[in-house]
């Protein structure tokens, strides 16, 4: 690959990372659960992005920092155990509130489905590497089509593009990045299917 294909890959991999996916994802399904209310899409996509993104993503930079694994995205497979767990621990602590603050139900119904994509996850990297990206992408743009309707096929170019980054640097094979822009919508749309 060229230098200026790999640099490409590389914002892409950043850019649309699960962590920023989750962020945009959280804001426009609150948008919609609260019936366009500012301030409460705010204050539900902000208190949820620290429990779906900002925590999880933390945790991933400090190990990578301490030596514990081979970088942010965590790369090797075998090292990947611990940060899903604890990215499944914060979900699970932002569920809670979500719960205690009677969150609306999309939002709950939404969460539950990034954490069945999240366990699915877990499952599949006890033997085999999935791609988290592609699987938030893919679950990304499939629930945002089954809210927002059809139209919005039009995001999965962007779910192509975060495969494409993701074997461009190396981080994993065509068929690891098909089975998570699979995984994400089959799981994560089932789950948020049966909750609605």
């Known amino acids: ?25 959280l804001l426009s399904v609150s948008w919609q659960a609260t019936d366009y209310d500012v301030a409460a899409t705010l204050g539900w996509a902000l208190l949820l992005a620290v429990f779906y993104g900002v925590l999880p993503m933390a945790f991933l930079v400090l190990g990578a920092r301490r030596g ?24 699970l602590a932002g569920m809670a509130v979500m719960l205690l603050g009677d969150a609306p139900g999309a939002l709950v119904a939404l969460a539950w489905a990034m954490i069945g994509t999240l366990v699915a996850c877990l499952v599949i990297t006890r033997w085999w590497k999935v791609s988290v990206h592609a699987s938030v992408a893919g679950g ?14 039009l995001l999965v170019p962007l779910v192509a593009l975060v495969c494409w980054s993701r074997v461009v640097v190396r981080d994993h094979t ?18 948020f299917l049966a909750l609605q």
């Not at 790369?75 to 611990?82: A, Q, Y």
């Not at 990304?140 to 139209?151: D, F, S």
């Open 1 to 25: 690959m060229d230098p200026i294909g790999l640099r490409a890959a590389r914002i892409v991999t950043e850019v649309l990372s699960p962590a920023v996916v989750v962020v945009v994802l």
């Open 68 to 91: 514990r694994w081979d970088g942010h995205w965590v790369r090797d497979r075998e090292h990947r155990t611990l940060p899903l767990v604890m990215c499944l621990v914060s979900a």
């Open 140 to 153: 990304a743009a499939a629930l945002v089509t089954l809210l927002c309707g059809p139209w919005m096929l």
């Open 174 to 191: 065509v068929a690891q990045v098909v089975a998570g822009a699979l995984l994400g919508p089959v799981v994560g749309g089932a789950v």
